[in-house]
């Protein structure tokens, strides 16, 4: 089981009804269905806005309709939450997670270069840390290796109680950070300048290598 450590960036949560996908399955059973109706529930759409009673329709793992006046589609599997709530979730943009065993081929002798890292291969959560996140309203996660300066893909995952299962964009984007070590670790880059340095020749190479 991959380590983890979090660090939830500033400023950046991004509310949609979309990522109320997760508690349909975790909390109705978790048995996926093309269509799945939640009647009778009180949603809360989002910041400011009143919460109402109504129905929330899913097809096919997105959300389709919401309110009062959605209408129950033919043959989907209705779930009665009477009583219950569903909030608009949290997408944390930048959970970092640590990418484990590197053993194998490298692309480049840095080790803070490594774009070749899949972070995908690192799930699943630790469940202390999905339950964590569910608890706080997280329910969508891009998770990024916890080190280097070119990180590998990241990944979009669904914080639900499967979350190797929620995965919903195993290869999302190039993970990058302005990493660099502390002057007495004397490993290179040290500075800020080194790591922009070290960034500009590892593109320039890549370009090379495209070229050849």
């Known amino acids: 089981m991959a380590g983890f ?14 990522v109320l996908v997760p508690l349909a399955h975790a909390d109705l059973g978790g048995v996926p269905s093309e269509v799945l109706a939640l009647t009778n529930v009180r949603i809360v759409a989002g910041p400011g806005t009143p919460p109402v ?52 081929a490298v692309a480049d002798a840095n080790p803070r270069v490594r774009p070749e890292r899949r972070i995908v291969d690192a799930l699943p959560f630790d469940e202390d840390l999905a339950k964590e996140l569910r608890g706080a309203g997280y329910t969508t996660v891009q998770a990024v290796a916890s080190r280097g300066i070119f990180r590998g893909q990241t ?22 950070a302005f990493e660099r070590g502390r002057w007495d670790e004397r490993s290179y880059p040290g500075s800020l300048m080194g790591t922009i340095a070290l960034a500009r020749q590892s593109l320039l190479d890549a370009l090379w290598f495209q070229d050849a």
Not at 5 to 18: D, E, N, Q
Not at 68 to 79: D, E, K, L, W
Not at 155 to 176: K, R, S, W, Y
């Open 5 to 18: 450590r979090r660090r939830l960036a500033p400023a950046t949560f991004v509310l949609g009804l979309a």
């Open 53 to 104: 009673t109504g129905t929330v329709v899913i097809r096919d793992g997105r959300i389709e309709s919401v309110g009062t006046g959605a209408r129950i589609p033919a043959g989907a599997v209705v779930h009665d939450l009477t009583g219950r709530t569903v909030y608009a979730g949290l997408i944390e943009p930048w959970l970092e997670i640590e990418p484990g065993d590197e053993a194998g």
């Open 155 to 176: 990944a979009i995952v669904n914080v639900g109680e499967d979350p190797a299962a929620d995965v919903l964009i195993p290869a999302a984007a190039q993970g990058f």
